[in-house]
Structure formats: C-alpha cells, structure tokens
C-alpha cells in the first residue's frame, strides 16, 4: 500500500516561520503537491515538486527529496489568515498516475 | 474562485435513499475528479473521468457511481445512502488527464444522511 504522515497540529505566532513535514510511502513516485484549506472551504493549489529541491512561491517554499521520501512546506512571515488545513499529496503510478493520494492534514493555527 | 462549481451545497437525506451530485469543471478543462471528505478520513479519492471516459478508480463504493456529459459536467450518483456516507463531497477539474496537471476544486457539496 501507499502511506503519508505529517503532524496533525502545529501552532505558531504570527510573524513566525513554520514548516510542516511529510513523509511518504508509495511506489511509482512521481511527484509531492501541497494544498490549503480553510474551514468549509476547498482546497486550493499551493505547489507541485516532482524534482529534487526547494520551489519558492511567495512566501511559501516546498521542499522535496526523492532519496528520503519527505517533503517540506515552509510557510514565512506568517499570518492570522495562513491558518487553515494543510494537506500534502502524493502522485504515483500506484494511484493511477493521474490522481493525488493525500495524507489526512496538518491543522495550522497561527496566534497573536 | 476555482471556476469549478457544484450543487447543491447542502443536501439533508434519509437512510436508504438516492442522490445526485453535479460537477461543473472550469472552462476548457476535460478532467473531472471526485473525493470525499469525512471528519476521520481526509481527503479519499473516488473517481477521474477524462473527455466523458472513465479514467481511474480510487475507494469508490459499488453504492456510487459517476459519470461525466458530453459537455464535460459530472455526475455523482450515491445510492442506498448510510450515516456513514455523510460527508463533504468535492469536485475538482485539471486541464488534461495527468496528476502532474493542478486540480482545481469546487466548493463542495456537504451531504447528511440522517
């Protein structure tokens, strides 16, 4: 089977740098995507890393090492609104190329 | 505003019954993908369908079904619903048929079945 892990929760101040790990199990690897998602909201595309390395969109970076199965988002300059869900998912051969697999989310509350 | 819109937004429903959910992707966007979303589950693949073609299957119940129109709209079809199928359903939409391809999602619709 497939697996991602990456911490339910994380919390941090506003101005603050956090990043939120994932890890990941599955065969066929293709590529590491992140997504955001607030409250009863959708989620919506935050980044796609399917080479080695650090993607930097903003103030949100996505980092990925296809030798240790982990990615990274890196989330600067934080704010009250960048609280919401964040979800890593995974592309591979073992989902049917075209499909994102996703882990279950890391809860981010970002305080005063 | 992704583009993609879905309805309805909330549907109450009884045990036993029958819904449809219905899926518009974003202009010139020929993928259409289902997932689910329940409290203890995260986001779970259903179904692709690609230019009206089924394309892969995720953890999709015999109970549901799917199809998508000539004019790229989708359908999801959930039957003999259980509590258990309580969920946010969402749609989302990609350009072409390959995950490297961003998907974009709608707004979902949020079923209870009680």
């Known amino acids: 089977g497939q697996s991602l892990e990456q911490p339910s929760e994380v919390t941090a101040v506003e101005g603050a740098i956090v990043q939120i790990n994932c890890t990941y199990q599955?065969?066929?690897?293709?590529?590491l995507s992140w997504y955001q998602q607030h409250d009863g909201g959708a989620p919506t595309f935050l980044s796609y890393?399917?080479?080695?390395g650090l993607e930097e969109t903003g103030r949100f970076s996505s980092f990925l090492s296809r030798s240790d199965s982990y990615g990274y988002l890196l989330l600067q300059e934080l704010q009250m609104k960048d609280s919401a869900s964040y979800f890593c998912?995974?592309?591979?051969?073992?989902?049917?190329?075209?499909?994102?697999?996703f882990g279950t989310g890391t809860r981010l509350t970002v305080i005063p | 505003d992704s583009g993609v819109t879905q309805t309805p937004k909330h549907l109450i429903t009884a045990t036993g019954q029958r819904v449809t959910l219905r899926c518009s992707p974003r202009?010139?966007?020929?993928?259409v993908y289902w997932y689910q979303q329940s409290l203890d589950q995260g986001l779970q693949f259903l179904i692709q369908?690609?230019?009206?073609?089924?394309?892969a299957k995720g953890n999709i119940l015999e109970r549901f079904s799917a199809q998508q129109f000539p004019d790229l709209h989708s359908e999801l079809n959930l039957s003999s619903l259980e509590l258990g199928d309580s969920a946010l359903y969402f749609c989302?939409?990609?350009?072409?048929?390959?995950?490297?391809?961003?998907?974009?999602f709608g707004p979902g619709t949020r079923l209870t079945v009680l």
């Open positions: 989302a939409s990609s350009v072409g048929g390959h995950g490297a391809d961003t998907q974009y």
């Open positions: 599955t065969s066929g690897f293709y590529g």
């Open positions: 890393n399917a080479l080695d």
């Open positions: 998912a995974v592309r591979a051969s073992q989902t049917g190329a075209n499909n994102l697999f």
């Open positions: 202009s010139g966007d020929l993928s």
């Open positions: 369908y690609y230019n009206g073609e089924e394309r």
